[in-house]
C-alpha cells in the first residue's frame, strides 16, 4: 500500500515562497497522477496541481502563475513551490496520489496533511 | 471551468438514510468520486466511478449519478458518519472538488 508524507516549514512569510515535499513510499513513483490539494480553515478542499508520472504538469487556473510541481524519480518525491504567498495561502496541505483509469481519476492515497500558516 | 454545487448541510436521523447530491452540467457524462473528510484526518475515498465502493467502505455506502447530479447515499447512519462530503470529477484532465457538504447525523 502506497504511503504519502508531507514535509516542508509549518511557517512562511508574506510574500515569500511555500515549499513541500511529499515522499512516495511502499510504492512506485510511476503510472499516477502526484497532487498538491489543500484546505483552507473552514474552507473546502482546493486542487492545486499535478505532476505525471512522465514529467506533464497541469496546475489549477486560479493558482497557475504562483506554481511549480516538480519530481525527482530517484527519490521518490514530488514537490510543491508556492511563490508570493499572502494570509490566503493558509491551509492544510496534502500530496495525494491520482490512479488513472479510462476517462477518469480519482485520489486513493493521500498524506496525513501538514498545516502551513503565512505570517510575519 | 466546470464547477460542482453541493448543498452546505445535510442532517440525518441516526439509522436513517442521508442522500448528498452533487450537481453539475451533464454531470452523467462524468465518472463522479465522493470523499469523505473529517476534522483533523485526511479524505478517504468512498465511492469511485459513481457507484463503486472500496473494499474497506461498508456497503451503507453507495452512489448514483443520472442527469445533472449525482447523490451519495448514506443508509443506516451512524454517528461515524458524521463529516464532510466532497464530490469530485475530472474535467479537461483536471481535478475539480464539489463544494462540499456537512453531514450531520442527530
Known amino acids: 500500500q502506497v504511503q504519502l508524507q508531507e514535509s516542508g516549514p509549518g511557517l512562511v512569510k508574506p510574500s515569500e515562497t511555500l515549499s513541500l515535499t511529499c515522499t512516495v513510499s511502499a510504492g512506485s513513483i510511476s503510472s499516477y497522477y502526484w497532487n498538491w490539494i489543500r484546505q483552507p480553515p473552514g474552507k473546502g478542499l482546493e486542487w492545486i496541481g499535478y505532476i505525471y508520472y512522465s514529467g506533464t504538469t497541469n496546475y489549477n487556473p486560479s493558482l497557475k502563475s504562483r506554481v511549480t510541481i516538480s519530481l525527482d524519480t530517484s527519490k521518490n518525491q514530488f514537490s510543491l513551490k508556492l511563490s508570493s504567498v499572502t494570509a490566503a495561502d493558509t491551509a492544510v496541505y496534502y500530496c495525494a496520489s491520482g490512479v488513472a483509469v479510462t476517462g477518469t481519476s480519482y485520489f486513493d492515497y493521500w498524506g496525513q496533511g501538514t498545516l502551513v500558516t503565512v505570517s510575519s | 471551468s466546470y464547477e460542482l454545487t453541493q448543498p452546505l448541510s445535510v442532517s440525518v436521523a441516526l439509522g436513517q438514510t442521508a442522500r448528498i447530491t452533487c450537481g453539475g452540467s451533464?454531470?452523467?457524462?462524468?465518472?463522479v468520486h465522493w470523499y469523505q473528510k473529517k476534522p483533523g484526518q485526511a479524505p478517504v475515498l468512498v465511492v469511485y466511478r459513481d457507484n463503486n465502493r472500496p473494499s474497506e467502505i461498508p456497503e451503507r455506502f453507495s452512489g448514483s449519478n443520472s442527469g445533472n447530479t449525482a447523490t451519495l447515499t448514506i443508509s443506516r447512519a451512524q454517528a461515524g458518519d458524521e463529516a464532510d462530503y466532497f464530490c469530485q470529477v475530472w474535467d479537461s484532465s483536471a481535478y475539480v472538488f464539489g463544494t462540499g457538504t456537512k453531514v450531520t447525523v442527530l
Open positions: 451533464n454531470i452523467r457524462s462524468k465518472n
